[in-house]
Every structure is written in structure tokens, then in C-alpha cells.
């Protein structure tokens, strides 16, 4: 945005907060005419600002996704998840340890003991020479893209190209150092890695969790089922779906033959439950048996 647009944009806001305190209809038309010569004005600066982005694309610079930013009107981040307690996220930092949780769960935790011996590596031919020639790393140097993003070492990429001719005798010597020795410097182990969020058509605040957590309880349903010698009928236990969508998991309880996978319902009887001041156990299932057959 230019001088003169801003200084446009500033008269409008004055005379709107002046219209707001009088609420004189001469006070509302001087509002309102410097507010469409603004808006106009804001429109033609950008449209000039889009112009300018695009001229620049063939000169190696990223134009085309600064013009794509600007047009894009949704900023989407990563939505509030649920966590095992049942509260939503409240921070970035919880989310953060959330997933980290969970993508540590789908690793198997392995056994000292029981830790495989890692195959020999098989190669048909050593690679006995590497060469790092002056010329090579000056075309790759000369060749890099000015409006690119600089590596973990912070570099940006019009300094590596601009100095192409001088840093391309040092950095091969470096290399061949580094081949020689079998030992590459600790700054090229460090690397900058974060995760890249796409947005989705209907993203909600859940996650593989509470699938896990669902089963979860059914397996401690069933061990204390076998514990007390109280016989399941898997056969007859459902899972309630609620939403129109597709359900995310698969439920099972385990049978004589096996696990039997759970129905998906989207009713169930309530089979009700009593409750008296002598907790006793032997009403409530007798109900409950009769209201289930």
C-alpha cells in the first residue's frame, strides 16, 4: 500500500469515528464517499502489487506462490484435539505433545533380548572414487534459485549464488577433506524438520485415540468378564454410531473361536440399571436379563 492510499484509508477511519459520535447525516455521506474512494484505491493497489509479483517470476524469484498467497483467503491451522481425559487442547505446545504421544504408541516396543541382528548390507559395486570438481560446485552454486528458502545452515540461497565464483574453491576441498576421513563436520547432522499441515474439507477436533481407547475398554471389559466366570455373548454386543460419516475403527471381542468382530448399530434398547441401598447385584442383572431377552 502506497502513501497516498494509506493516507486515504486513515481519512476514513477519522470520519467514521466522527459520524459515530454526531450521527449527522452530512457526517454519514462524508463517511461513505471516502469510504468507496478507499475501498477503489485499495483494490487498484493491490492489483498493482499482483502486477509487480508476477513481472518478477522470470527473474528466479518465487512470484508465483507470493501472488497464490495473496489470493488465498482461508488460513487454516491445526485444529483443538481431544485429549485422553476428555479436555481439548488449549495451546500449540499441547497439541504438540498430543500427537507425540500418539505416534510414539504405533511404535512396538521391542525386548533387549528379542532385538533382531540387522542383515549384511549387499552392493554390487563400491564406489572407490568421488570426485568434487571447482566446476561442478560453481554450476550448483550459479544455478540455485535466489528466492528459495535457506537450508538449516541459514544461508540464503542469492548469497551462495551471488559468491558462486569464491566459494567454489573451498567447499570441494572441504568434501575431499571430509571423503579422505570418513567424517563430516557435526553442523551438516543438524536439520530443520516441521511437519506440514494440509488443510482438510472437514477436519474435527479428534483423533486415533479414542478408537484406541475404545477398544482398549473392551478388552478390560472382557478380562474382568472372565475373571468373575461371568460369560459374554459377543454375538450380541454392538457398537452405536452417531454422525452421517463413515466410522473411523473396527471393534473385537474375543470368542471360543477367535475374535469376533462387533456390529455397528445406530439404536439400542436401554436396558436400564437399579440401584437400592443394599447394592444388591442379583436384582439388577435378573432385570436386566429380562429386559435383553
Same mark, same amino acid.
Given at each position: 500500500?502506497?502513501?497516498?492510499?494509506?493516507?486515504?484509508?486513515?481519512?476514513?477511519?477519522?470520519? $467514521?469515528?466522527?459520524?459515530q459520535?454526531t450521527?449527522?447525516?452530512q457526517?454519514? /455521506?462524508? +463517511?461513505k464517499?471516502?469510504? !468507496?474512494k478507499?475501498?477503489k484505491?485499495? &483494490?487498484?493497489?493491490?492489483?498493482?502489487?499482483? =502486477?509487480?509479483i508476477? @513481472?518478477e517470476i522470470n !527473474?528466479?524469484h518465487?512470484g508465483? %506462490?507470493?501472488?497464490?498467497?495473496i489470493q488465498?483467503?482461508?488460513?487454516?491451522?491445526?485444529a483443538?484435539?481431544?485429549q485422553?481425559?476428555g479436555? =481439548?487442547?488449549?495451546n500449540d505446545q499441547?497439541?504438540?505433545n498430543?500427537?507425540n @504421544?500418539?505416534?510414539q504408541?504405533? $511404535?512396538?516396543?521391542e525386548?533387549g533380548?528379542?532385538?533382531? *541382528?540387522?542383515?549384511e548390507?549387499?552392493?554390487?559395486k563400491e564406489l572407490?572414487? $568421488?570426485e568434487?570438481t571447482?566446476d561442478?560446485?560453481?554450476?550448483?552454486?550459479?544455478?540455485l534459485?535466489?528466492?528459495k528458502?535457506?537450508?538449516p545452515?541459514?544461508?540464503?540461497?542469492i548469497v551462495?549464488?551471488?559468491?558462486a565464483?569464491?566459494?567454489?574453491?573451498?567447499?570441494p +576441498?572441504l568434501?575431499?577433506?571430509?571423503i579422505?576421513?570418513? /567424517?563430516?563436520p557435526a553442523?551438516?547432522k =543438524?536439520?530443520?524438520v516441521?511437519?506440514?499441515?494440509?488443510?482438510?474439507?472437514? +477436519? &474435527?477436533?479428534?483423533?486415533?485415540?479414542?478408537?484406541?481407547?475404545l477398544? &482398549?475398554d473392551? #478388552?478390560?471389559?472382557?478380562?474382568w468378564?472372565?475373571?468373575?466366570l461371568?460369560?459374554?455373548?459377543?454375538?450380541?454386543?454392538?457398537?452405536?454410531? %452417531?454422525?452421517?460419516?463413515k466410522s473411523q475403527?473396527?471393534? +473385537?471381542?474375543?470368542?471360543? #473361536?477367535?475374535?469376533?468382530?462387533?456390529?455397528e448399530?445406530e439404536? *439400542?434398547?436401554? %436396558?436400564g440399571?437399579i440401584i437400592?441401598?443394599? %447394592?444388591? $447385584?442379583?436384582?439388577?442383572?435378573?432385570?436386566?436379563?429380562?429386559n435383553? !431377552?
Open positions: 500500500m502506497d502513501k497516498d492510499t494509506l493516507t486515504i484509508v486513515r481519512k476514513k477511519h477519522k470520519l $467514521f469515528r466522527r459520524w459520535e450521527r449527522d447525516g457526517d454519514c /455521506q462524508a +463517511y464517499k471516502e469510504r !468507496n478507499a475501498r484505491d485499495c &483494490r487498484n493497489a493491490q492489483k498493482q502489487l499482483e =502486477k509487480k508476477a @513481472d !527473474n528466479q518465487k508465483d %506462490l507470493a501472488v497464490r498467497k488465498t483467503k482461508s488460513r487454516s491451522g491445526v483443538d484435539l481431544i485422553e481425559d479436555r =481439548k487442547t488449549e499441547e497439541k504438540a498430543l500427537l @504421544d500418539f505416534f504408541s504405533v $511404535f512396538t516396543q525386548v533380548d528379542t532385538i533382531p *541382528e540387522p542383515a548390507a549387499l552392493f554390487e572407490l572414487n $568421488f568434487v571447482l561442478k560446485v560453481r554450476k550448483q552454486f550459479a544455478g534459485h535466489v528466492g528458502a535457506s537450508g545452515d541459514g544461508i540464503p540461497s551462495l549464488a551471488t559468491a565464483d569464491e566459494l567454489a574453491e573451498p567447499v +576441498y568434501f575431499r577433506l571430509s579422505e576421513k570418513g /567424517q563430516i553442523v551438516w =543438524k536439520a530443520a516441521t511437519p506440514v499441515f494440509k488443510t482438510a474439507n472437514n +477436519y &474435527r477436533p479428534t483423533t486415533r485415540n479414542g478408537i484406541d481407547n477398544q &482398549r473392551f #478388552d478390560h471389559l472382557q478380562a468378564s472372565n475373571r468373575w461371568l460369560k459374554f455373548h459377543p454375538e450380541k454386543c454392538s457398537v452405536i454410531k %452417531l454422525g452421517w460419516q475403527g473396527t471393534y +473385537y471381542m474375543n470368542e471360543q #473361536d477367535g475374535r469376533l468382530e462387533l456390529a448399530g439404536v *439400542e434398547r436401554d %436396558l440399571v437400592d441401598n443394599k %447394592l444388591s $447385584f442379583k436384582e439388577h442383572v435378573a432385570q436386566c436379563t429380562a435383553a !431377552n
